[in-house]
């Protein structure tokens, strides 16, 4: 029955009759719930999925997320998720992330360090959760949305592709966002 309350491990449809979705799992042909919630069950989509009002921040592919760059490698930077766009709630899942090389530009790109730096505030979009974390800067609309001058520590503003350092009179690529500082979290 839709509407009712349903714990974790409670019964709520087999697979012949209705999909899994969010806030179940599936276990030798029968859909349980995997959270307290209200049971909804779509007759149109065969969806069966259980709505928590106060549902845990767990990141999934195609999520956007703003991420601080922890440490950059020749092919690689690591970073740790910090928000994800649109909600208040802290993240409930891994907040480790990497950004290969070929995921930062739509433009070749065989050095991470011009495109971003430790430090920069980036936004992402989530392309792979499992095993790790994975995200992409390639659209217009992601990549840096702050950084830092490494010098410094004077933030930079853009100048045409990439940035500017006021204070030490230094130019910085970077994969810019298209709205590079004017972004609130």
Known sequence: MTGRTVLPGDEIATEE???ADE???VKEGRIYASRVGTLVLDEEESMAKVVTPNAPNVLKVGDIIYVTIDDTRK???TATAVAKDGSRR???SSTVA???VSKISPDYTDNVDAEVRK???VRARVIGVDPSLQITTKDPHLGVVRAQCGRCKTELVRKGRGLYCPKCRRSQPRKLADDYGDVAI
Do not use: F, P
Request: charged residues 10%; hydrophobic residues 40%; proline residues 0%.
């Open 17 to 19: 009759e209705y999909v």
């Open 75 to 77: 092919t690689m930077a």
């Open 98 to 100: 990497t950004l290969h």
């Open 90 to 92: 802290c993240i409930s």
């Open 23 to 25: 806030g179940t799992y």
């Open 119 to 121: 430090l920069d505030l």
